[in-house]
């Protein structure tokens, strides 16, 4: 059974920083990418950050490139999404996923993690 599993969220400051984690059971680290999605209220879910299909690297949302790092760890089965410079509009939940993502975090998705709620607020 594939699981995902994010912690990290909570309430922080405009200009603070969060760090989420996906902790990813089984072979699902082996066959699929990571990636992390959000979805305020109202809106439409977006793809803020993953890694591609094609090569491995990172890819962004515009709106998150160069506040948000993406990383992994391999001997934890865990993938990172390191927030700073937090915004309001950053507010949303956070939910990580594995699917076959490429440009712009497009692409099916396989498993779904159940998400973790981010507010910036003062």
């Known amino acids: 059974q594939v699981q995902l599993v994010e912690s990290g969220g909570g309430l922080v400051q405009p200009g603070g920083s969060l760090r989420l984690s996906c902790a990813v059971s089984g072979s699902t680290f082996n066959y699929y990418t990571i990636g992390w999605f959000r979805q305020a209220p109202g809106k439409e879910r977006e793809g803020v950050s993953c890694?591609?299909?094609?090569?491995?690297?990172?890819l962004y949302a515009d709106s998150v490139k160069g506040r948000f790092t993406i990383s992994r760890d391999n001997a934890k089965n865990t993938v990172y999404l390191q927030m700073n410079s937090l915004k309001p509009k950053d507010t949303a939940v956070y939910h990580c996923?594995?699917?076959?993502?490429?440009?712009?975090?497009?692409?099916?998705?396989?498993?779904w993690g159940q998400g973790t709620q981010v507010t910036v607020s003062s």
């Open positions: 996923a594995a699917g076959d993502f490429h440009y712009a975090c497009s692409g099916p998705v396989g498993y």
């Open positions: 890694f591609s299909n094609r090569d491995g690297s990172t």
